[in-house]
Nanobody, 128 residues
């Protein structure tokens, strides 16, 4: 079983920045890919970004490229999401997820069911 704990959410003004963190633990933690998703009220959970655990290759939702950056620290079992130039429409609960199944270069793994374990989420609210 893998445990994922997100942190770093909060209230920020439009144009501001936040850095989310995801701490992973568990005997079976050995991911191929880590991902960030978000879910706004009344909407489906949507892909934000993913990162290949072994080599750090990153993938982003097209609409978020240039504003969001995913990174990882293998030694600490941590994944981060740096969010800049935040907009009110970025308001959502942000979730960290891990994929333990083999992953292939070029595939962003942007679907919810591409991932096996999820954190509880952290709220991000961007005020206008």
């Amino acid at each position: 079983q893998v445990q994922l704990v997100e942190s770093g959410g909060g209230l920020v003004q439009a144009g501001g920045s936040l850095r989310l963190s995801c701490a992973a633990s568990g005997r079976t933690f050995s991911p191929y890919r880590m991902g960030w998703f978000r879910q706004a009220p009344g909407k489906e959970r949507e892909f934000v970004a993913s990162i290949t655990w072994s080599n750090g290759k990153t993938y982003y939702a097209d609409s978020l490229k240039g504003r969001f950056t995913i990174s990882r620290d293998n030694a600490k079992n941590m994944v981060y999401l740096q969010m800049n130039s935040l907009k009110p429409e970025d308001t959502a609960v942000y979730y960290c997820a891990t994929r333990g199944r083999p992953s292939y270069t070029g595939n962003a793994y942007s679907r919810v069911n591409d991932y096996d374990d999820w954190g509880q989420g952290t709220q991000v609210t961007v005020s206008s």
